[in-house]
């Protein structure tokens, strides 16, 4: 975080007694350091065993507060739930309601997004002139093709875990990240989490150059495409930025308690019995989850071992979870997708000889 030269810095020494009250406020992987750093945008670390604030003075003051709120708590000997932890350090400010943050700022290092409906307004943090930048979330309007499609689409909005079985090309993903962005956009959710494993499709890509983001963005590309598609590549783009959109493989969500989030997990064929057990238990309070995939395109070593199938298996009819499945018929790519798709099914077939 940059503060501008005319606007005065503070700098706080909070006392840690032990490693795992560093533990406890810096979080999993910085999990909670990097959510008071997106909610007050300060910075926040540890050094010489205590916890150094530094920011503008506001901003260090709250944080400071929450701060001595959650170890006070702990000192106490309570036992603090991951929800419980994430809101005292995203809560509301003192005078402030749960509804005012809700309509109010979602603060990240690079600025502070402030949610109007169907628009966003990103403001850089300490800008003297309070100039803002307006992100105006459009999407492309996305009606339903066929039943199928229609009942996937009410199903996501009706229920909290949606899992949408079937052939490629029925656009089950683009439905789930049509349905998130208009959630985004009518406030209902504060961000956007979309993963899938990272599995190789029968290829072995060998070392890829530059960094982590660089390497992970051949397997997040389909996700990409469907966000560009819908919200344009710049939006898409500064509302990641703005840590609203998050696009992360499978393995990065461990440790995650994804509260308020819409939360998509695509080609989940691809995933274990135990990875999908680890993802489903991340649904926080206020989320929704879609799950996604093709059941006859495993990747895995052992595709009995995928935990798509298992998992619908175990939760259909458990309410609040619902279970679409696509055929042949949804396919709305290239008519010649669905030719392709049933000759597949059918018995092999030798090649024609060549003349």
Sequence with gaps: MTTPANVPVNEVTIPLRS?????????????????????????????????????????VDEAQR????LLGKLRKGRALEPSEIEGILSGPRDGETARDVRKGAVVTPEGVAISVPGERLLRRAGDPRGEAQKIVLRAKP???????????VEAIAESTLTFGLGVSGTGKTYLAVAAAVKRLRAGEVKRLVITRPVVEAGEHLGFLPGDLQAKLNPYMRPVYDA?????GFEDANRLEEA?????????????RT????????????????????MFLTRLGEGSSMVVSGDPSQSDLDDPARSGLLDAVRRLRGFTGVAVVEFGVKDIVRHPLVEQIVRAYEGPGQAPPPRR
Excluded at 36 to 54: D, F, M, P, S
Excluded at 66 to 69: S, T, W
Excluded at 243 to 255: F, K, N
């Design 19 to 59: 490693q795992d009250e560093a533990i406890l406020v810096l979080g999993p992987y910085d999990r909670h350091a990097k959510l008071l750093r997106q909610v007050l945008a300060i910075e926040v670390y540890v050094q010489g065993g205590n916890l150094k604030l530094r920011g503008e003075g506001a901003d």
């Design 66 to 69: 929450r701060i001595d709120h």
């Design 142 to 152: 996305i009606e339903p093709r066929g039943p199928n499609q229609r009942r996937y």
């Design 227 to 231: 966000l560009y598609d819908l919200i």
């Design 243 to 255: 840590g609203v959109v998050e696009v992360a493989p499978l393995a990065y969500m461990r440790g």
């Design 258 to 277: 994804l509260s308020q989030a819409f939360v998509i997990l695509d080609e989940a064929q691809n995933t274990t019995i135990t990875q999908m057990k």
